[in-house]
């Protein structure tokens, strides 16, 4: 069984599209990120969430939504799609609110925007 | 979080022990140490955590000495499927994960 998953894997859609992602964790975990890798390779957080409630957002430009609609799931919906979106998106998951923080991630969603 | 500074790239040949080495020398005292392994196409995995001194497991060994302002991850024995990018981050998660990576080690090892 996979511990994160991720739909879908390959998002290929035009500009000023609105699109969404959405992700899942079979862990049992409460805290439930979302992270952008762009083409130089580099992880940025996004968002996270512990027990359905948003605790960290980075700068992100408000046309990214998180909604967390249980603790198994966070799901991302980007409105008005621009070129720049183009990167792997990844969901991962941890447990617990201190501490270590050790985090599972899902296989990514390539996004491209033409 | 404090910031790490690690090698961006080595090479290795199959067989052969590699230690790559990252710098913390802000860490905090409740900052934990963990390292992360990316396949291209994946999602990073966790490889190791500790907090000071040694720790081991099937994977990997990372040491931490006293000063806590480094630490190295080793891996015996590499094979080809070791290539990958190496993570490593510091961090107390107490409140937030407010996950900083950085640009990570590229290893690439030859046959």
């Known amino acids: 069984d996979t511990a994160v998953s991720q739909t879908p894997k390959y998002l290929v859609t035009q500009m000023g599209n609105d699109k969404s992602i959405k992700c899942e964790q079979n862990?049992?975990?409460?805290?439930m990120y979302w992270y952008k890798q762009d083409s130089k390779k580099f992880l940025k957080i996004m968002f996270s969430?512990?027990?359905?409630?948003?605790?960290i957002n980075e700068t992100v430009p408000n046309r990214f939504s998180p909604k967390s609609p249980d603790k198994a799931h966070l799901n991302l919906h980007i409105n008005s799609l621009e070129l720049g979106d183009s990167a792997v998106y990844f969901c991962?998951?941890?447990?617990?609110?201190?501490?270590?923080?050790?985090?599972?991630f899902g296989p990514g969603t390539r996004l491209l925007v033409l | 979080l404090a910031k790490t500074t690690q090698p961006i790239s080595m090479d290795s040949y199959e067989g052969q022990e590699v230690n790559i080495t990252c710098s913390h020398n802000n860490i905090a005292t409740n900052d934990y140490i963990t390292w992360y392994q990316q396949f291209p196409s994946q999602g990073p995995r966790f490889i190791i955590q500790g907090y000071k001194t040694k720790v081991t497991n099937e994977v990997a060994s990372l040491f931490i000495p006293a000063d806590r302002k480094s630490s190295t991850l080793s891996l015996p024995r590499v094979s080809l499927s070791d290539t990958a990018v190496y993570y490593c981050l510091v961090g107390d998660w107490t409140g937030g994960f407010k996950t900083i990576f950085g640009a990570g080690t590229r290893l690439f090892v030859k046959a």
């Open positions: 969430y512990n027990n359905k409630e948003l605790i």
């Open positions: 862990l049992g975990h409460d805290t």
């Open positions: 991962a998951s941890s447990q617990g609110a201190s501490g270590s923080g050790t985090q599972y």
